[in-house]
């Protein structure tokens, strides 16, 4: 007995050592990363693992808000790239449920306007700001014709993104995250912006009238790359294919979507490159009914 006592206490001092310098706070379900070395997160994943490569995965609200500190210096190997998808995984799911919420609030509306012809005012404000942010347009002025007409416009954009395509575009433009951009940034994009001072000048191109985006935590910078996916004019083709996937009761699928990516970047074959990485890294089955579970020390 002693001797087991022991032996537990010399394991747990060596957990704690492992990850001192992990800074971290529980928030309801989920476990918010705030700071971590590469040897944490990796470590952290082999204690509490989940295999993303299975329909269905169960994937536990960890968030890391920022990538590790030391990431950069981390050599590529099977165990990297594992850790780097287990770490965008759970925030992808994340903004997908916001998505999804935001979704279902829309087709409530736009079923009762159907069936009754109507709005509360909150409700018609309510469409009017949604279309504002997706950029979604008509030029009726009255309503409920005007929110009707937003509302069937909304329906085809307000829609998760397949979390395959999210993660293979990260990894193809951050460079499995060892960007300066991702690093220093959090910008896993590349995003950019135009005609500002606001964000980070390319150093290839410092008199260019674009900025790389900057943002606060890796959160963000998946939001506001599937808000971008949601509502540009460059991803027509792809929310045409998506809604064509959801016509025919089929959830949204990277595969079949990789090929509409074709404006997503200046990169020569970007589609390819898309498709190659979701499938040679087995993403395609993130998109099968992962579900986000609440995280547990156990």
Do not use: C
């Not at 070395?37 to 269905?56: N, W």
């Not at 449920?97 to 709005?119: D, Q």
């Not at 193809?172 to 964000?199: C, F, H, K």
């Amino acid at each position: 007995m002693k001797r087991f006592m022991v032996l537990l206490l010399g394991w747990t001092f060596a957990a704690t050592a492992a990850f001192a310098e992990m800074i971290t706070e529980e928030d309801g379900g989920a476990l918010i990363v705030k700071k971590s070395s590469s040897d944490e997160a990796k470590l952290f994943f082999r204690q509490h693992p989940y295999d993303y490569t299975k329909a269905g995965a169960k994937v536990p609200r960890v968030y890391f808000q920022h990538l590790p500190y030391d990431w950069k210096d981390t050599p590529e190997n099977a165990t990297r790239n594992r850790t780097f998808i287990r770490i965008l995984l759970p925030l992808v799911l994340k903004i997908n449920e916001e998505i999804t919420a935001e979704r279902s609030e829309l087709m409530r509306m736009y079923a009762k306007i159907r069936e009754t012809g109507l709005l509360t005012d909150a409700e018609y404000t309510a469409v009017d700001a949604t279309a504002e942010k997706y950029d979604a347009f008509t030029t009726i002025k009255e309503q409920p014709g005007r929110a009707k007409v937003l509302l069937k416009e909304l329906l085809g954009k307000v829609d998760i993104i397949p979390t395959s395509i999210m993660i293979s575009t990260a990894i193809i433009y951050s460079d499995w995250g060892t960007s300066r951009l991702a690093m220093e940034e959090n910008s896993l994009y590349r995003e950019e912006v135009w005609y500002t001072n606001q964000g980070v000048k390319p150093k290839d191109d410092p008199d260019s009238d674009y900025r790389y985006r900057v943002f606060s935590n890796l959160e963000d910078s998946i939001r506001a790359r599937a808000l971008h996916i949601n509502s540009s004019i460059d991803y027509d083709y792809f929310r045409h294919t998506r809604l064509y996937q959801r016509r025919m009761n089929q959830a949204p699928n990277g595969v079949n979507v990789a090929a509409q990516m074709m404006h997503d970047s200046n990169l020569k074959n970007i589609g390819g490159m898309i498709d190659y990485t979701l499938s040679y890294y087995k993403l395609a089955y993130t998109d099968q009914y992962p579900q986000l579970v609440d995280y547990t020390a156990e």
